[in-house]
């Protein structure tokens, strides 16, 4: 299947800021609903935030008023604005996308999405 590609990420120190990004390949006639996914060592991958084909966001309690999902519809390239990072937010996070539209009870099951990324670091020292 499609792979998608995260960039942005990186080391940095608590209370900093990231910028992850992600394109996904466009195809014609077709909207996509977009999330953000992390992975931190030992943990089960969860869902950190989502953009639905309207560009109404759900977001993971943890990260709420922190984080801001966002995408670029021209490019096709989501975005993940991080700030006031915290140790605890150290991770392999990973973008998805699926074909047409998410449900809100279901978004943040993987297999919902078509699409993966292979992920992008993102360590938080304190």
């Not at 935030?49 to 993971?60: C, E, G, L, M, P």
């Not at 993966?116 to 670091?121: A, C, I, K, R, S």
Request: hydrophobic share 35%.
């Amino acid at each position: 299947g499609q792979v998608l590609a995260e960039s942005g990420g990186g080391s940095v120190q608590a209370g900093g800021s990231l910028t992850l990004s992600c394109r996904v390949p466009p195809e014609t006639n077709v909207e996509y609903c977009m999330a953000w996914f992390r992975q931190a060592p030992g943990k089960e991958r969860e869902g950190v935030a989502v953009i639905y084909t309207s560009d109404a966001v759900t977001y993971a309690d943890a990260v709420r008023g922190r984080f801001t999902i966002a995408k670029d519809k021209v490019n096709n390239t989501l975005y993940l604005q991080m700030n006031n990072l915290k140790p605890e937010d150290t991770a392999l996070y990973h973008c998805a996308a699926r074909r047409g539209n998410c449900y809100e009870t279901s978004w943040t099951y993987r297999m919902h999405y078509n699409y993966w990324g292979q992920g992008t670091l993102v360590i938080v020292s304190s």
